[in-house]
């Protein structure tokens, strides 16, 4: 997958292209009114013009884009098979569905930022991906140099990272009431934590002292600790990390007070031989040169291609026609509430 501007500008291109449409190839509109001020109309060519004015160079330069790669496309008789886009499309939901933590799906957003189904997403945006991807990595053959070398620089990327496992007892600094007592919150922690330094079972003072009542029955027990969605902060997870296993430290303060730590069990990280990931490291070696190459590639194309703009003479009042004629705005044509200058029909 192409994971760079150019991914943005080709998904951008389309959104251009349906946003275009929406508001009139032309200034013609109908007379479809899209709001109201003061009971004076906003017409859809007004709308038109002013997005043509406010984003056009960038909108217009999406579209260059789009155009010369599949020009690109279709010269280069590229034409992804169904499996490849199928693959692609279950690839792309599963990054949305990580980016976004599940709260929306690529059907939701296609449809909502681009008006697409995901059909018409794959065929468009994909398709467009993967001539990119083919054009970079060819069949995908690198040597073993290339390989280790990148997996050396990124060792730290397949490492599964040490565990620890974690009881604590808590002692909150604001009651259920919502009044602070941290004072006397940080005197009962240290009381607590001497008495577990002097021997007493732990297990025992988090059932007798600990105000985390999930925890408490089962001594405090918080089992192995994700660093990346601890609820209770980083600052627990950074302390058992220095700790040894079965030792006992705090008291460290979080949001909600303070807490006795108990570092149960530890698990060093484990770095996988190269030989058992190889054909993981070779997917990301890829996507990696796709992901550094796209954008030079794209510019390349969109260079070699015959492109002719002509949006800053229709700003100035000059309208050229598919044909190639050109004409001037007619000098009775009315400004828009927003100042521009638009012709109504």
Not at 268 to 289: C, H, Q, S, T
Not at 311 to 337: F, N, W
Request: hydrophobic residues 40%; charged residues 30%; contains cysteine.
């Amino acid at each position: 997958m192409v994971n760079s501007r150019t991914g943005l500008m080709l998904a951008a291109a389309l959104l251009s292209a349906a946003l275009m449409h929406a508001c009139g190839a032309g200034e013609a509109d109908g007379g479809v009114v899209v709001a109201r001020v003061n009971n004076r109309p906003i017409m859809l060519s007004h709308l038109h013009d002013a997005l043509v004015r406010l984003h056009g160079h960038e909108a217009l330069e999406c579209l260059i884009y789009r155009e010369a790669l599949k020009d690109a496309m279709q010269h280069a008789g590229f034409a992804p098979s169904p499996e490849d886009l199928a693959h692609a499309l279950e690839e792309e939901r599963r990054s949305i569905s990580r980016m976004y933590k599940g709260e929306t799906t690529l059907a939701e957003m296609a449809r909502r930022e681009l008006g697409m189904t995901e059909d018409e997403y794959a065929s468009e945006v994909l398709a467009l991906r993967l001539f990119l991807r083919s054009l970079i990595v060819g069949d995908g053959k690198v040597t073993e140099t290339e390989l280790l070398t990148f997996y050396a620089a990124n060792a730290a990327m397949y490492e599964e990272p040490p565990r620890v496992r974690i009881s604590h007892i808590l002692i909150r600094g604001v009651d259920d009431a919502g009044r602070q007592k941290w004072d006397k919150a940080e005197k009962v922690a240290n009381a607590v934590l001497e008495k577990a330094l002097a021997g007493e079972d732990f297990s025992a003072l988090a059932r007798r002292f600990s105000e985390d009542a999930k925890t408490a029955t089962r001594g405090g027990d918080l089992g192995f600790a994700d660093p990346d969605a601890f609820e209770w902060g980083p600052g627990i997870i950074q302390h058992a990390y220095a700790m040894r296993e079965g030792e006992v430290a705090g008291p460290v303060r979080s949001l909600w007070g303070f807490h006795v730590v108990r570092v149960l069990q530890k698990i060093p990280g484990i770095r996988p031989d190269f030989d058992k990931i190889r054909d993981v490291v070779l997917a990301d070696y890829l996507d990696e040169k796709v992901r550094v190459e796209a954008e030079f590639h794209t510019r390349r194309i969109v260079e070699r291609a015959k492109t002719e703009r002509y949006l800053d003479d229709y700003l100035k009042g000059s309208v050229r026609t598919p044909a190639g004629r050109q004409s001037v705005r007619p000098a009775g044509s009315e400004k828009s509430p927003g100042g521009f200058f638009i012709k109504e029909e």
